[in-house]
């Protein structure tokens, strides 16, 4: 199978294009980048060719690309894409405004592509493993959710809300709640958030608490943040615990961890070795474009994650809750 | 003049208890004495003793009478002391407050506006409170206060009433400054379900930390209730 990867704007792309890599069925064809600096270096590091044209890349002979250009480019990359008739991967958050996605969820179905967003939090074994005690029973009916999603600064076009959408509370809340409508097959109805800008003296939101409501009276609260600091022992988490009638089960994507101390400003690490994600991310999608098959993260799952990410921005303006 | 302290017995680690207990009035000899009997037992009522002070758990303020003292569960931890001593460090704490209880199905929901009234007196005068919780039928009861304390500070604070065993969460997400405290995980003996030592407090905190109960701790407590059992404000 044929891939090319337009943008390495998202940091995500690396491991995106380490996961290609490491595909036996899977050759990366091209990198568009119109950073040339850094698209002819990628190019270079993962022995293909770079692009600076769009068009002259999607012209290429590829099934599908994979879009991790900042957040306000996904739907000009994606609607391109989709007409140049390329199966889509694209880095999550779906866009910046539920227009622009509706329009982009559209155009791939007019053109019959797939759109898959990148949710890898759903490949963490741990997710997974209890994804299926919840449909297995093992936890009775779901009462509550209790999420956090917390990180460091990333910084550069992620902090200038023109090109990111928002801030800490649009990058860390849409995994989340996609999480939680995957275990609970429901939709939410109701969020109350406050939205504020707290450890790093920046001009866009880095805190974040939400409480929401399921269309079934399911309650939940998510922090989002990037409250992180770089001598935290670990980048940050993404953490979910489940209450339910028959007990509460706590999941946790980065537990899997060994303590490593060493003398210096960051004396304690954690030293992740879980299963990769963003592996498991990109393998399922290559195996979605082989099969033929509907996306297991559809573009629509990206717009429902969207809207309540946004929903917290105007809930917190407004200071009560949203309706969706 | 002696005291009387109303409390859970399960909660009293007497290792840390310096004051000489006793178990009734009766047999209170001395006055420098502590009476501590079990608040699930004892109407407060019932003590009107004019020779001894009288310590009660917030969350029977309401059988009280005038001239009480009254002390927060979550004031008495020492490692909510200890939390407090760091957070008021900085001048104006900035941050993310989580609290997370599990308690009880038959614990008092006047707990949460105790937390509530404790926290204010940390982190700043409450701007904006909204309550949700599940049907109060089904167990677990669950409980989310979303409070901004307006300050540069906002908080979660949870509430699972269920028949799991206590346990107390906490993390501050701060300027520079991240405390997390589980009281699952503080096994002071190597046995899985050993933390009652996480739980516990002494007579000698509940006596240091009481509050001579008036009319405005009165308001703010009832206003604080008000708002966790009749929803947002």
Not at chain 2, 153 to 163: D, R
Not at chain 2, 176 to 202: C, P, R
Request: charged share 25%; aromatic share 8%; glycine share 6%.
């Amino acid at each position: 199978m044929k891939i090319g990867m337009m943008s390495f704007a998202h940091m995500h792309a690396y491991s995106y294009a380490d996961g290609l890599m490491n595909l036996p069925n899977v050759e990366l064809v091209g990198i568009f980048d119109d950073d040339s600096d850094r698209g002819k270096e990628v190019a270079e590091k993962y022995r293909t060719k770079h692009f600076n044209n769009q068009k002259s890349f999607l012209e290429m002979d590829m099934d599908a690309v994979i879009i991790c250009s900042e957040n306000f480019r996904h739907k000009e990359m994606v609607i391109n894409a989709a007409k140049a008739n390329k199966h889509i991967l694209c880095e999550k958050p779906i866009a910046t405004t539920v227009e622009d996605a509706e329009e982009m969820i559209n155009v791939c179905d007019e053109n019959n592509v797939i759109l898959q967003i990148a949710f890898p939090v759903r490949f963490s074994s741990s997710m997974r493993r209890l994804k299926n005690m919840i449909d297995n029973g093992e936890l009775g009916d779901i009462v509550a959710f209790r999420t956090t999603n917390r990180g460091q600064n990333p910084g550069g076009w992620f902090i200038d809300k023109e090109q990111s959408g928002g801030g800490a509370v649009l990058d860390h809340t849409v995994h989340m709640v996609d999480i939680m409508r995957w275990y609970l097959g429901k939709e939410i109805m109701e969020v109350h958030a406050i939205v504020d800008s707290y450890f790093h003296g920046i001009d866009i939101d880095d805190a974040g608490l939400l409480t929401l409501e399921f269309e079934n009276g399911v309650i939940a609260t998510h922090d989002a943040s990037w409250s992180r600091f770089k001598e935290y022992p670990t980048w940050g988490d993404a953490t979910i615990e489940v209450v339910g009638t028959k007990q509460t089960v706590t999941a946790d994507a980065f537990k899997e961890h060994f303590r490593m101390f060493t003398s210096g400003p960051k004396s304690l690490s954690h030293v992740f070795y879980g299963n990769d994600m963003d592996f498991d991310l990109i393998r399922d999608f290559v195996n979605c474009v082989e099969e033929g098959r509907k996306p297991s993260i559809t573009g629509s799952d990206g717009l429902k994650a969207l809207e309540v990410a946004l929903a917290a921005y105007k809930s917190s303006e407004m200071k009560s809750a949203v309706k969706l | 003049m002696g005291n009387i302290v109303l409390a859970r017995l399960d909660k009293i680690d007497y290792q840390s208890t310096l004051r000489t207990i006793v178990d009734s009035v009766e047999r209170q000899t001395e006055q420098n004495e502590t009476v501590l009997l079990s608040s699930s037992e004892i109407k407060p009522a019932t003590l009107s003793n004019e020779n001894n002070s009288l310590f009660i758990p917030s969350t029977i303020l309401d059988q009280a009478l005038e001239g009480v003292n009254v002390y927060f569960d979550l004031e008495n931890y020492p490692f909510f002391r200890k939390i407090t001593e760091v957070i008021e460090r900085e001048n104006k704490p900035k941050g993310v407050f989580r609290l997370r209880r599990i308690i009880n199905m038959d614990e008092s929901k006047e707990l949460i506006a105790g937390d509530l009234y404790v926290l204010s007196s940390l982190l700043g005068e409450t701007q904006n409170i909204q309550v949700k919780h599940t049907n109060h039928t089904v167990a677990p009861y669950h409980v989310i206060v979303t409070v901004n304390f307006g300050s540069g500070t906002m908080a979660h604070m949870e509430y699972t009433f269920s028949y799991q065993d206590e346990r107390i969460e906490l993390e501050w997400s701060g300027i520079k400054t991240i405390l997390e405290f589980d009281s699952e995980t503080m096994h002071t003996l190597g046995q899985k379900g050993n933390n009652a030592l996480a739980l516990a407090y002494s007579v000698d905190s509940i006596i240091a930390t009481a509050h001579r109960v008036d009319q405005r701790l009165v308001n703010r407590l009832n206003n604080f209730s008000m708002l966790v059992n009749g929803g947002a404000h």
